[in-house]
């Protein structure tokens, strides 16, 4: 009878504790995963590849604008690494991509004009699209 007792005892003691331990652990491969997926951003921002970046956006489902602010690069936005790293094809398509108030609340434009990098293609996209929000 006893033993029955601790067994039963320890069952539900055994599927919490397995449960925890299984929604930490999946929590922590989210979290992994999705590390995972913004070095693969970061990577093909810095290899200036368009093509692949955006297959995987298809590949993932997911727009740029939707996840443009939470991703950064050696503590940049997606657009600031590209003009770090002259990636002006990759970063005029992102400058594109973007809602202008997800480059206004990354410091975008402001980071440009203060680095002087306004003048490449990648910059010029941005002070276009500034200009014209500013217009309407």
Request: glycine share 2%; charged share 25%; proline share 1%.
């Amino acid at each position: 009878m006893r033993i029955r007792l601790a067994y039963g005892l320890a069952t539900p003691l055994m599927l919490v504790m397995m449960l925890l331990m299984s929604s930490s652990t999946s929590a922590s491969q989210r979290l992994f995963k999705s590390n995972e997926i913004a070095l693969v951003f970061c990577a093909y921002v810095r290899d200036d590849d368009t093509a692949r970046l955006q297959r995987k956006l298809r590949d993932l489902r997911v727009r740029m604008r939707d996840m443009y602010t939470s991703i950064r690069c050696n503590n940049a936005s997606l657009i600031q690494f590209a003009l770090r790293n002259n990636s002006h094809n990759v970063g005029s398509f992102i400058a594109r991509s973007v809602s202008i108030d997800a480059l206004q609340e990354m410091g975008d434009y402001q980071w440009a004009r203060e680095q002087e990098l306004l003048m490449t293609e990648t910059g010029l996209i941005l002070a276009n699209r500034i200009k014209d929000y500013r217009k309407d």
